[in-house]
């Protein structure tokens, strides 16, 4: 305990120190850095975290920002791209329906819903990936944001802020994009968005829209135990989608009103899975079964602002629906299962999504030395899951079938007061009451399971709070403490009481025991400094954290071929991050950022699935990220930009030394030259320069997984394209 005291002691030192410096440099800029330091500030990155605008160098919290401008230049089109410059961020892909796979995780914990997803105001699932387009930033909030954010908030928060619709200037842009990719073919891709101004300083709308197509890598070969052979079947994870935005602004005296429609609309040719390992790109099978798959969602709001002056009032209303489809051949199985002959057999569900949201907040613009945030929510979701009978030719008329419905309701509370009491100290303190209730009703049936019914409730509430001490200690320097609580919901399990008593009972647990799981919680505790030196041409910020996770839950195979959710047992995650960017000359330019996270189960709860010790999964140790761009005319302004990013070793699968599965450690570089002519950008790119093959996760099989065949999410491999760029 001493050890760790004075580890924590001696780290914070570290960052006070980083710091104090900043002071007795900011005392020696002359005037001849003014011109410098108005620049550098033009390129600060304001920020919302806190429902209200700010430098993200003001912020204390643990933040990566990235501009829209930046997103644009370097052609970061998804969350995998911009996953890559985030320092502590994992993700896995932990559900077997594709779509409503990925799982992120921000400094260790990871799990479903433990890091909150946010388009502007609306709360959505975090396994949605809208395409970026038309964005004025990203925001990745670390730590736990449970005060403002909520329950899917523990770990911490991605917000994608869109650019809003603008009275006074007509604009838009225009993409084209085209391109090859290794072992699979072309790629092509059109994006654009307009501004159009409709009454001067009134009314605005704004449109945005895109259609993209990819390549499948995969190819589909008979194996040697195919009935007949139907050669190769070349790419056929091909995909294609489109979206697109139109966003209404209208003000009205100190009222503005904003809604807003989005939509996007995806397919699949087949499952993008590598068989056994990243870089295997032949898919040997007993047919030729195509694994289609689909991912719809369309997306409502409406953003009612009005400012009284002294703060402002915002009422934001979301309405999303969501539904996913997706298909995987389990022939192999079905044989090894039924003991018979080669039969063709698919395995199909879908995931059907719908939330509506309601928050009403106050954030306060009061000339003292006291600031508030406080506001209601509200929030109703249902998902059903839906696997339809699937039969086995000639042998049963169902192998399964399954109909869950989940349906969740939480109501909520929160505030948080900013106290200056005396200039450049900031004391924060906050909380979030929240109640929430979650019900359940499903059934499953077929040879493969005992059919059975279920229901099921749970029903919680609690507080979060927040602390925060902030002292401006330069006037480019500031450090930050910070205390937080952030917690899960819990929810409802699926299984036959009847069938799995005896299971239960041989783990000391009872049907009633496991019905429903309660929400799980953590404390973390975090020390930052936020710095800019040499008339603010370096950026560099730190921080470190703690954070100490009880009641986890934790998943737990039964023999009676069920799995339940229970709490017990505790985990610790430690580490750091440091990012930051240099303008080493009005023309060149460097950002680096790195991350360490130490996840560990502390106590297994008696859970031999989850040994003392045993890293929590998905988690890598060290993630660190850099990038360069050069500025040089060649007869015509030329931007030339390079990045590299580095993701530690983990595991995924599972915790137990037996069973778990290693994800190697891997690097990605990515390079691109940016021409500048008149009226238009041209770039040249390419995408995972030297074709590392990385494997992302295992997904787990909507049948069962065929011994020594997992299906591993995989990067895509090198891409080399070029794109033009054309601004009104």
């Not at 330091?37 to 429902?51: C, N, P, R």
């Not at 074709?691 to 996760?697: G, K």
Request: proline content about 5%; glycine content about 10%; some cysteine.
């Amino acid at each position: 305990m001493k050890t760790g005291i004075a580890r924590w002691l001696g780290s914070a030192s570290l960052l006070v120190a980083l710091a104090l410096p900043g002071q007795a440099l900011a005392q020696s800029a002359t005037s001849d850095d003014s011109t410098q330091q108005e620049a550098a500030a033009s390129d600060e990155i304001v920020v919302t975290a806190q429902y209200r605008a700010q430098s993200v160098q003001d912020v204390p919290l643990s933040i990566t920002a990235l501009s829209g401008e930046k997103l644009e230049a370097q052609g970061i089109t998804d969350f995998r791209d911009y996953a890559a410059q985030i320092p502590n961020i994992a993700y896995g892909y932990t559900q077997s329906l594709g779509g409503t796979a990925q799982t992120v995780t921000l400094r260790g914990v990871f799990g479903q819903n433990t890091t909150g997803f946010y388009l502007d105001d609306s709360p959505l699932p975090g396994s949605i990936d809208p395409r970026v387009l038309d964005l004025d930033r990203i925001e990745v909030l670390r730590g736990p944001q449970g005060t403002l954010y909520g329950a899917r908030s523990m770990g911490g928060t991605v917000r994608l802020i869109t650019r809003k619709p603008d009275a006074d200037e007509f604009s838009g842009s225009l993409l084209g994009r085209v391109s090859t990719t290794t072992h699979g073919g072309e790629n092509g891709s059109i994006d654009g968005a307009i501004n159009v101004p409709l009454v001067r300083d009134q009314l605005a709308l704004r449109v945005s829209g895109y259609w993209e197509a990819q390549s499948g890598v995969y190819d589909r070969t008979a194996s040697p135990a195919a009935p007949v052979d139907f050669g190769t079947i070349r790419d056929v994870d091909s995909s294609e989608r489109f979206g697109g935005t139109i966003t209404l602004a209208a003000k009205m005296g100190a009222l503005t009103f904003t809604p807003r429609y989005m939509f996007q609309r995806g397919t699949t040719d087949g499952r993008s899975l590598a068989d056994v390992k990243a870089g295997n790109y032949v898919q040997e099978r007993l047919f030729n079964i195509a694994e289609p798959g689909s991912d719809d969602w369309d997306l409502g709001t409406l953003t009612l602002e009005y400012d009284a002056g002294f703060g402002k009032i915002t009422s934001a209303t979301t309405f999303f629906d969501r539904r996913v489809d997706a298909s995987e051949d389990y022939s192999e199985v079905a044989m090894l299962l039924f003991g018979t002959p080669a039969i063709p057999a698919v395995m199909t569900a879908s995931s059907d999504y719908d939330s509506t949201a309601q928050e009403l907040r106050f954030t306060s613009d009061f000339d003292g030395p006291v600031n508030l945030t406080a506001g209601l929510f509200y929030q109703d979701a249902s998902n059903r899951l839906v696997f339809p009978p699937s039969p086995l030719p000639g042998v049963v008329s169902n192998v399964y079938d399954q109909d869950f419905l989940t349906k969740t309701e939480e109501y909520a509370a929160f505030g948080e007061v900013t106290v200056t009491p005396v200039e450049g100290v900031r004391v924060i303190a906050g909380a979030r009451v929240f109640d929430a209730r979650v019900t359940f009703t499903g059934s499953q049936g077929g040879v493969a399971v005992t059919p059975a019914s279920f229901t099921g409730r749970q029903k919680e509430s609690g507080v979060d709070p927040r602390f925060a001490v902030q002292v401006d200690v330069a006037p480019d320097a500031m450090v930050y403490i910070s205390a937080a609580k952030g917690y899960r919901l819990g929810g409802v399990n699926a299984f036959s009481a009847s069938l799995c008593s005896g299971s239960l009972a041989a783990v000391g647990l009872t049907p009633d025991d496991v019905r429903s799981y309660d929400s799980d919680s953590l404390w973390s505790y975090e020390i930052g400094a936020k710095t800019r030196w040499f008339g603010r041409r370096l950026t560099l910020n730190g921080s470190l954290y703690r954070i100490d996770w009880s009641d986890v839950q934790q998943g737990m195979s039964l023999s009676c071929g069920f799995g339940v959710l229970v709490n017990g047992g505790e985990a610790r995650s430690q580490g750091g991050e440091i990012e930051g960017n240099f303008a080493a000359t009005d023309w060149l330019s460097f950002n680096f950022g790195a991350g360490y996270t130490d996840a560990h189960i502390t106590n297994g709860g008696g859970n031999p699935a989850f040994p003392n010790g045993a890293r929590i999964q998905q988690v890598p140790e060290w993630t660190y990220n850099g990038g360069v761009d050069a500025d040089v005319d060649v007869g015509f302004p030329l931007t030339l930009h390079a990045d590299y990013s580095h993701v530690d070793m983990s595991y995924s699968r599972s915790n137990v030394p037996a069973t778990r599965r290693v994800r190697p450690a891997y690097d990605m570089v990515n390079l691109r030259a940016t021409a500048h002519l008149a009226g238009v950008d041209i770039s040249l790119f390419a995408q995972n320069l030297f074709d590392e093959a990385a494997n992302l996760s295992d997904l787990p099989s909507l049948a069962i997984e065929l011994p020594g065949r997992p299906r591993i999410v995989a990067s895509r491999p090198r891409t080399v394209g070029l794109e033009a760029r054309m601004r009104f």
